[in-house]
């Protein structure tokens, strides 16, 4: 197994092996972000890399987004870019050791860069990090993958990983995926159960 460290990453960023960087706010979380009324949420995004949802949210009136990532690389050039950007909601550290609570997560491409074995953990901390009531939406992929990352699963897997923490309002095909990811993609809304 490929140790998924921030050396892994960063090199990736820096040789330019983004293959999962659509260059663009993702589809389905941009349409979500557009119908969120509550422009006071206070939102993750977690292995947000070059942080187009963190950008396309921000724009949108939704300014208590929070970029993170394991990787300084992606994070510097996000704040080159975006200079006026608060850097207080800009944390470079691993998922699993960040604090804080959250009305949403976005999850994209960060659950299947992720080594399986970190699965149960990943689901655990996600409910940690939200508030009561807040909610995990994105999307996962509906495939397998050749080595990894990244790395697939399918809806079954990810039903039992999340139903110990979450309710279910939406677990189905995407629908609105980008051309080539149509047809390999789930799109989640997970509510935070309360436990």
Known sequence: MIDLDENFWSSRYENGYTGW????ASPPLYQYLCQIEKKDSVILVPGGG???EVVAAF?????KV????ISKVPIARFLEKNPSFPKSQVHHENFFEHSGQYDLILEQTFFCALDPALRVDYAAKMAELLKPGGKLVGVLFDRDFEGGPPFGGSAEE???LFKPYFHFEKFE????????RMGSELFMILKKSNL
């Open 158 to 160: 990810y039903r039992e």
């Open 50 to 52: 070059n942080a187009y």
């Open 66 to 69: 929070h970029l993170l990532d």
């Open 21 to 24: 960087d659509l260059g663009y």
């Open 59 to 63: 724009a949108i009136g939704l300014k």
């Open 173 to 180: 095909p995407c629908h609105n995926s980008v051309p080539p």
